[in-house]
């Protein structure tokens, strides 16, 4: 196989306390990296805010890119830019910037390091129907990781035509693909009765 796939569901996630709320640790890489030592290439997470203002936490050299899941937030970054976002509305920003947060929200992060590019998207799924995503394909680079969040589900993601997994709100399935060339068609079904959200997330590196 090309590729590896990893579930790691919610209950199997880290959470932890901080100035403003909670953040949980969806995935990082390497496995081994620590957020504290800031030794990963990239990492994917979910915070809960809970106070009406408050100051990211500076990582130099760390470009980041925020999704609001739940609430609005405006994102002021000093001398740069600043931001009103809604739900599934995203920015993207370096993490040396001082930047100030304003409301109260559930969000999806990613952070890249130097040297690795990456994108989100917010995929609706109609209930009963599907979303087939574009052949992954990681021609002309060394490595590539697609993630897919569910935001509310259940979802089943059928993998290369063969492998079906299907994940519950909180949950987060990672591909990893080292192979060049690499061409792995993916479908999210929804089965239920309501509609269903996923986050994904591209990694290149």
Not at 168 to 176: F, K, R, T, V, Y
Request: overall charge negative.
């Amino acid at each position: 196989m090309p590729y590896s796939i990893q579930l790691i569901r919610k209950n199997d996630q880290t959470t932890n306390e901080w100035s403003g709320g909670f953040t949980t640790e969806l995935a990082i890489y390497p496995q081994e990296a620590n957020y504290i030592e800031r030794n990963f290439k990239w990492r994917m997470s979910s915070a809960l805010v809970e106070i009406e203002e408050s100051v990211f936490t500076l990582l130099p050299d760390i470009n980041r890119l925020i999704m609001v899941i739940d609430g609005e937030i405006t994102l002021q970054h000093e001398g740069h830019h600043h931001v009103h976002l809604k739900p599934y509305e995203q920015d993207r920003f370096s993490g040396g910037w001082t930047t100030r947060s304003f409301g109260k929200v559930r969000d999806f992060n990613l952070m890249l390091s130097e040297g690795c590019s990456g994108n989100i998207e917010a995929i609706t799924v109609e209930r009963g129907s599907y979303h087939e995503i574009a052949n992954l394909n990681n021609r002309g680079v060394r490595q590539m990781a697609e993630a897919f969040y569910c935001i509310n589900g259940p979802v089943h993601i059928t993998i290369d035509d063969l492998e079906e997994i299907v994940i519950e709100e909180g949950d987060l399935i990672l591909l990893h693909s080292e192979q060049l060339g690499t061409s792995i068609p993916i479908k999210l079904f929804n089965r239920a009765q309501v509609e269903a959200n996923v986050i994904r997330a591209s990694v290149i590196f």
